[in-house]
């Protein structure tokens, strides 16, 4: 079956779709509190649980829509995923410390700029230090979810639109538009950056559900040893091997698919 739809969404469309995302979301947790679903719950847990329904019942409308099997959602390339894993994986493990640290410097500008109320940090400090199914939503569920949405179904759109570059930068705006909070709006960005320009030359979701899900648990690891006296983040060290390694990932990347055609 040939995918329908092709050049669906737009931009603007793109941007309703995230508001219906949100909208769906909200109704399925008044459901769930009609129903006392979340008596005694962890919201954060609740929480994760309600955005991978409302993407559940977001990607069921839209598969059938655009006529499109996950096969084709995840991987639309006739290279193998064994083969494309085979050759970005090592480099994408290498770039996230480097992204890791940029990220956090980025972050502390903004907190710099508009400083975080109580509850903001609250909310953060429970996000990043909840049981394991949030950390189950954090380190898989949300990677694979968010690519989906963000590469699979509107990078991908976006490709057969407009040009490369306003593509990617485009989904990544909406990636990081899509996170409801000034926080995390930069670091999303520059992550979809990345993300989105390895969809467009490797033409698949693994290798940036690879660069997400490392991130994210990179992140939640060191955020739950901070100021452990193990812990190496932000010493010389730690910020020069990370950045080292970041700079190796990423002319390998560059040297490996800078100037690949891709198979489609």
Known sequence: MSEQHETYPNVVEALVLVVVLILIEMLISAAMFDTDFLT?????????LITIFGNGVLFIALMAYKQINY??????????????LGV?????????PGLILAAGAVNAIVVWLVPMSVEDQTMFDQVM???????????????????????????RSFLRQYSRTKAILFSSAIFGIAHLNIYQLATAFAIGIVAGWLYERCRSLWPCILLHATYNASVTWLYAHEGDATSVEGTLAFTACAFIAAIIGGLALLRLLGTQHVRR
């Open 40 to 48: 005694n719950a962890d919201w954060v847990d609740v929480s994760g």
């Open 88 to 96: 970005v994986t090592l480099p994408i493990l290498l770039l996230v």
């Open 71 to 84: 096969a084709a959602l995840f991987h639309p390339t006739r290279n193998s995923v064994t083969a494309t």
């Open 129 to 155: 230090s909840s049981g394991p199914l949030a950390l189950f939503f954090a380190c898989v569920a949300a990677p694979i979810l968010e690519e989906m949405l963000f590469r699979g179904v509107m990078l």
